[in-house]
């Protein structure tokens, strides 16, 4: 196919993980009745972010991969006939986490997972109390609309972890994400943050000539302390916004991507092709202080 219809659902989640499961069943509905084709999830959308405090509780939120959630969406999937993209909170085994991705494909199969590999600690994301870094390396899934690359929210700054999922033959990358601002904050200070972030992925879809799509939560949480800032987007393949979130309501959007692009623009601006691989080993190294 060369243009795919994807739904991006921006959502505000509660405490209770059976209530956003629902919800954002409702909203793969509501996608799919508007043409998608593709519906990709924020990240841990069956929970609050619970990683702003330290609490061995939360570790109940935990469940196998696959199971409960990604059956209910095989279900859901299979029957409105949607790619889905599941960000969860995967209990391996007794005692080890990760922060991972389920894709399950129009007809409800569960083509695997993808752990996140890059794992923030900073005040408000304490994730590395939580998460074990991903061991399945990078991703793509061979979907029934397209191959897919999923990356999950602090792989997005890394230019490295998209060039590789780009190279594994990603049509377009995947960027479940939940970040926002703290409420005390000033608004430049906002918008810098903002601005950064969104660059940051378009300069992926520009680099690798590919199509990206951000997801990101929206809403008031932490009581009241965080303001996820939503802005989901979806650039083209030359990192031209197609779709922009807003960074205070629930939107459920589908937008049409023309994935021939890819080929037009990495013609035109061969970044791929001017690659100089062979001068690349550093970049293996921690930092190049020799």
Known sequence: MTKVKIGTVQMSCVADKASNLKKAVEQIRVAAAKGAQIVCLQELFTSLYFCDVEDYDNFELAEAIPGPSTEALQTIAAELGVVIIASLFEKRTEGLYHNTTAVIDADGTYLGKYRKMHIPDDPGFYEKFYFTPGDLGYKVFK????????????????????????????????????????????????QDQYNAWQTIQRSHSVANGIPVVSVNRVGFEQAGAMKFWGGSFITNAQGRLLYLGSHDVEETEVTEVDLSQSDYFRKHWPFLRDRRIDSYQPITKRFIDE
């Open 143 to 190: 979907t029934k609309y397209a191959t897919i690359g999923v990356l999950i929210c602090w792989d997005q700054w890394y230019p490295e972890a998209s060039r590789i999922t780009a190279l594994m033959g990603a049509e377009v990358l995947f960027f479940p994400t939940a970040i926002g601002w703290a409420t005390d904050q000033d608004e430049e200070t906002n």
